[in-house]
């Protein structure tokens, strides 16, 4: 398969460790420390009216995440109604995913005066949740930057998979199936880059450019270094990228210099 979907599964492995480990025990969320800073930190309250349907007492963690890893913030068990309310205040904005089982996880992005519902039907294929209320945007953004995601995808794999069968083709239908491969890398490759550079959140861009690319180009980590500068200048997104940008800047700039012939002394 190809490396999209192994990054993406990479993620959905260390989230179900963490799963296991949950229930046992939950950490529990780190206050901000005091600043000296000139960007103030100000406190995000969230609230996140979940239902989960047909799973009355069930165990759901919300976990954050940063850097291909995750940290337990909060758990609880629904109602006998599968209703369950996440309830908080956090020092800024943060990617988090609600997960409510082994391998069913939902990435949400946790905004100032967040009151959102969540639907979640388990029982159903592709992204089986729904979103509504107030400041549910940037979550949304993501969701259906993988509803695309996932069909683009989807067509690569499919061409693959004809390769990988060991079908009898013949040097026509090869070249035919070679350029249906390369145009559907293309528009899954390019929907990757145009979302991370074009969405207005640095945060969903961060979320895509951790999940989706392995070697990312200095114009994807510059957008987003700048959209977090604004956005959110205290979080460990922004640090992370920092030091992605302060590797890369100097060597992007230098390669996007002009060449310029020096004019010698004497003409």
Do not use: W
């Amino acid at each position: 398969m190809n490396s999209l979907i192994k990054s993406y599964l990479l993620v959905s492995l260390i989230a179900i460790a963490l799963f296991n480990s949950a229930e046992a025990q939950s950490d529990k969320a780190k206050k901000p420390s005091k600043t000296t800073k000139v960007v103030k930190t100000v406190p995000v309250k969230y609230t996140v009216n979940g239902r989960i349907e047909d799973m009355p007492n069930h165990f759901v963690v919300l976990n954050e995440f940063v850097a291909n890893s995750l940290k337990v913030i909060d758990s609880c068990y629904t109602d006998t109604a599968g209703k369950f309310i996440f309830k908080g205040t956090i020092e800024n904005e943060k990617i988090m995913y609600l997960q409510y089982s082994k391998n069913g996880f939902i990435p949400l992005v946790i905004t100032k005066d967040m009151n959102t519902n969540l639907l979640i039907l388990p029982y159903t294929t592709g992204l089986n949740y729904e979103l509504s209320g107030i400041g549910f945007e940037k979550s949304h953004e993501i969701k259906n930057f993988l509803v695309n995601q996932t069909q683009y995808s989807k067509a690569v794999g499919d061409i693959e998979g004809v390769f990988n069968s060991g079908a009898e083709l013949s040097e026509d239908q090869k070249y035919a199936l070679e350029q249906q491969y390369y145009q559907a890398r293309d528009v899954s490759t390019n929907h990757i880059k145009e979302s991370i550079l074009n969405s207005k959140s640095g945060l969903t861009s961060y979320f895509i450019l951790l999940n989706f690319v392995e070697e990312p180009e200095f114009p994807e980590i510059e957008a987003i270094y700048k959209k977090l500068l604004v956005e959110n200048p205290n979080s460990a997104y922004f640090k992370e990228i920092k030091l992605k940008y302060d590797v890369e800047a100097p060597t992007a700039i230098g390669s996007m210099a002009p060449d310029i012939s020096m004019v010698s002394p004497d003409g």
